[in-house]
């Protein structure tokens, strides 16, 4: 039977009178593209740090490729991008990837071609020959990137790996998770950003407050799925006006656009057809309306509003 990837009972930080991570209980399996999800102050980078053995906790106990947290054997089976990160900026891009690669030991012939594998897929090759100070914070984000995949590691850590990427710089984060998930690596990734996470994950975790207040699959999600009481409608239409659009509110909350299809929530379903008669008496055609699946954001968002009503 294969060990987790990671393991973690209780974890909790402390700094002073400040709990930055009150309660991180997960297991994330090997291969798994995971996304840690929560509002800045969450806890995330705390919790990273931990699971890394950068921060120790004040409680608790974890694993992490089935050796103690910071253990150093596990750790140069990890790779790491972090979220604030300071590099070596009078190096060029190519000599600082050559610098880390050297820290791990990675042998000379080895070394030339990954680095020129890597520069490849962050889209780097024509800037390697330039100095890191002269890098955009696109351009650091994508070598910093890269820098954590040198040691070709078993489970890698991205926090907030797209925070000052462009469309451009996102999708190619996006295609190298998609890759890494391809070749079985584990990927933990921290993001505050929804659409990110909706994208790349397999599997997410909420966090708020420093404690994890739900996991789910992003795979199996289905139409009418969780959260209860909530069906989240989704319309394709053409020819309706700004008005109506608002108007469409009179059915069912939180209308939003998402890749071409307008998505509104009810509690009752038999406002589908409702709203299917009205949207022809409006004149509007009707393409697609239906029950969809619920957008993270709506679950974000669920998760969240629980949470604050219960406490
Ligand atoms: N070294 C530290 N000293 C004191 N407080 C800290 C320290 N690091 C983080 N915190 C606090 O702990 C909480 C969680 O921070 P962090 O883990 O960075 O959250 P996130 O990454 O989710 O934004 C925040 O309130 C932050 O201010
Ligand atoms: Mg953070």
Redesign the pocket.
Known sequence: MNAAAIRTQFLRKE??P?V?VADLTLTVQQGEVFGFL?P????????IKMLLGLVAPTAGDGRVLDAPLGNVAARAKIGFLP?HFRFQDWLSGREFLDLHARLYGISNVKRETSIKELLRRVDLQDASERKLKEYSKGMLQRVGLAAALLNEPELVFLDEPTSGLDPLGRLIVRDVINELRAQGTCVFL?SHLLSEVEITCDRVAFVKN?SVIREMSLRDRIAGDSPPNVIEIELVVKNITPNLLRELAQFGKNVQQLNGAIHLQTENEARIPELNRWLVAQGVDVYKIGMAKPSLETLFLQVMGEDARAG
Do not use: L, V
């Open positions: 700094f002073g400040k930055a929560g800045n102050g969450a806890g995330k980078t705390t919790s979220e921290n420093g």
